[in-house]
Structures are given as C-alpha cells and as structure tokens.
C-alpha cells in the first residue's frame, strides 16, 4: 500500500524557517514525481511545488518562489521543503502527493496524498 | 489564486444528479491539458475521483463521471448518496504559470 506521512509543522514565527519532510513508502519512490500542496484551513487547494523522479525539474508556484525550497533523498524515500521567510499567509495543511509519472511536468496529476502537516505562522 | 472556478456549492435530493462546472482559459483547459478530480470528505485528505478528463481510477464508482469540452470540464454525480457530501476540486496545469492549478472548489449538499 502506497503511504505518504509528512512531519515538520508547527508553529513559527514570521521571518523564521521550517522544514518539512515527507517519508514515502509501498512503492519504488525514485521512479516518481513527487509534489507539495497546501490548503488554508476552510478554503481552497493551493499547488505549491514539483520536483521531477531525479530533480532534474523542479518548479514553484510564485507565491513561494524565491522562498521555499524542494528536494528529495531517493535512498531515504523522503520529501522535503524548506520553508525560508516565512508569512501569515503560509499558514496551512501541507500535503505531499505522488505523481503518477516521473516528469512531474504539466498534464499530470496527484495520487494518492498523505494526510498533511499543519504549518501556523505567527505574526 | 485559483484560475478554474468552480460554483461554491451545488445540492441535490438523494438519487438526483448533480454536476459541478470548471471553467478555466486558454493557457489551462483550453489549451488542451487534462483535468483532473479530487472528492474531500470532511477532516480528510483529497482523493483522486477522475483523471485524465473522463477515466475513473479502480474503486471509484461508475456514479461519477467527468467531461471536458472547450476551456470548460464538468463532474457529473448521479444517483446521489449521503456519502457522497463533500468539498470537490478540479486541476490542471497553466502554461502561463507553469504550473498546476486547482479549482476554487464546490461543496456538495445532499439534502
């Protein structure tokens, strides 16, 4: 069974880092794109970062550009974001999410989601 | 900022069909990418419920169905259940943003 468990959230004041990761298991991690969605609590999702099976591509919504950093251990089987500068309006649910190819260039989509880690910055 | 928009919510008698819209541009929908579903159920993560426009992933039921024509797709439910409330979302890929974009999303009432 494919498990996505993600860690690292909490509470931080604006201005300071936090990183998450995210530990894959029940399939073979480095044939995949891997992604990170946030969802403020009660409102939309939001796609935040790719990052491709090798991290030859790696892409950034705007609102994060510059700030958040993705990357991923293939031997760990893990995810990561750094969370750089950190705003109010970063505060959210964070999911990581598998891709179903190994691009994670445009057309694809997300499955399945862990269950997400909850970042709360404080102003 | 989402750029699929979606009607916030839409609600129907059990058994009744219901369809949620997503209209999106010419740099996202209309410019050919697939659209993709999610169903999320109430504290719980998103779970893909059609991928590819039309293709229903093993497991989900043949009550949901999606389409796509234009810059527009829709998600069709019917023979509508009380499991079946929940928040839905849509998503593509923009070629302007380079990236994935999500619908604003639509919560489902079954009255």
């Known amino acids: 069974e494919v498990q996505l468990v993600e860690s690292g959230g909490g509470l931080v004041q604006a201005g300071r880092s936090l990183r998450l990761s995210c530990a894959a298991s029940?399939?073979?991690?480095?044939?995949?794109?891997m992604h990170w969605v946030r969802q403020v609590p009660g409102k939309g999702l939001e796609w935040v970062s790719s990052?491709?099976?090798?991290?030859?591509?790696?892409g950034y919504a705007d609102s994060v550009k510059g700030r958040f950093t993705i990357s991923r251990d293939n031997a760990k089987k893990s995810l990561y974001l750094q969370m750089n500068s950190l705003r109010p309006e970063d505060t959210a649910l964070y999911y990581c999410?598998?891709?179903?190819?190994?691009?994670?260039?445009?057309?694809?989509?997300?499955?399945?989601w862990g269950q997400g880690t909850l970042v709360t910055v404080s102003s | 900022q989402s750029v699929l928009t979606q009607p916030p919510s839409v609600s129907g008698a059990p058994g009744q069909r219901v369809t949620i819209s997503c209209t999106g541009s010419s740099s996202n929908i209309g410019a050919g990418y697939d659209v993709h579903w999610y169903q999320q159920l109430p504290g719980a993560a998103p779970k893909l419920l059609i991928s590819g426009d039309s293709n229903r992933p093993s497991g989900i039921p043949d009550r949901f169905s999606g389409s796509k024509s234009g810059a527009s797709a829709s998600l069709a439910i019917t023979g509508l259940q009380a499991e079946d409330e929940a928040d839905f979302y849509c998503?593509?890929?923009?070629?302007?943003?380079?990236?994935?974009?999500f619908g604003t999303g639509t919560k489902v009432t079954v009255l």
């Open positions: 998503q593509s890929y923009d070629s302007s943003l380079s990236g994935y974009v």
């Open positions: 990052i491709s099976w090798h991290s030859g591509y790696i």
């Open positions: 999410a598998k891709d179903i190819g190994s691009s994670g260039r445009g057309g694809s989509w997300f499955d399945p």
């Open positions: 029940g399939f073979s991690f480095d044939d995949y794109a």
